[in-house]
């Protein structure tokens, strides 16, 4: 089975211009999470979502970034307009009946760059 | 304050030894607790989870829970190169759907 699967891997822009990132959970998983990943600040959850629907953002640092899961097989996270400071590595994870019950499974990564 | 709170290390042992990872979390009620593995440029991984008070073992790892305390603890033993990572304590919050994660703890297994 595929696991989650994200894309960019890597992405490299500059200051002020909108980036897009994209998720495709693990099938038959209903819950979503993105999650942020500096030196600084460690693994931050921004939103996640159940069943389509955003649950929690009180993660997501401000207005300039916002979520979508228009169906069960696709999210996105867009920042608009990006700064250097929201270079960091971007996870997306899903899992079945929430954390409680079993694990996240995690995508790879989108590691952005913002110059 | 951090919720989850770990020693960022490094924590270096040498191979076979034991090797003894902690965390502290500030919730006092939740209810579930996990460690995950993330190697260098890699995506975490989950490796336990524990949900009661006490010991749980599987092969070399053993995770230890006390809610008293608040307290959670991972043992590797016979610590193998291939080990060296970082390990994540994290946490669920009181609704049981979302988890915190701490900053995690760089374990280095010398051969």
């Known amino acids: 089975d595929a696991g989650v699967i994200q894309s960019p891997r890597h992405e490299v822009t500059e200051m002020g211009q909108e980036v897009t990132l994209r998720c495709k959970p693990i099938?038959?998983?209903?819950?979503l999470f993105w999650y942020r990943q500096t030196m600084m600040r460690g693994l931050e959850l921004l939103i996640y979502f159940n069943n389509n629907v955003p649950i929690d953002d009180s993660g997501m640092p401000e207005d300039r970034f916002s979520a979508k899961m228009p169906n069960a097989s696709f999210s996105t996270l867009k920042i608009q307009p990006s700064e250097p400071r929201d270079s960091a590595v971007y996870f997306c994870?899903?899992?079945?009946?929430?954390?409680?019950?079993?694990?996240?499974?995690f995508g790879e990564g989108s590691r952005l760059t913002v110059l | 304050q951090k919720e989850v709170e770990q020693n960022s290390g490094p924590l270096s042992v040498p191979e076979g030894a034991i090797a003894s990872l902690n965390c502290t979390y500030s919730?006092?009620?939740?209810?579930?607790f996990f460690w995950y593995r993330q190697y260098s440029g890699k995506s975490p991984e989950l490796i336990m989870s524990?949900?009661?008070?006490g010991d749980k073992e599987d092969g070399r790892f053993t995770a230890q829970l006390n809610k008293a305390s608040q307290y959670v603890s991972l043992l590797i033993r016979d610590s193998q190169p291939s080990d060296s990572a970082t390990y994540l304590c994290a946490v669920d919050n009181n609704a049981g759907n979302m988890l915190t994660f701490g900053g995690g703890t760089r374990l280095m297994v010398k051969p």
């Open positions: 994870a899903s899992s079945s009946r929430g954390v409680n019950a079993g694990e996240l499974f």
């Open positions: 099938s038959g998983h209903d819950y």
């Open positions: 524990i949900y009661s008070n």
């Open positions: 919730d006092r009620v939740s209810q579930s």
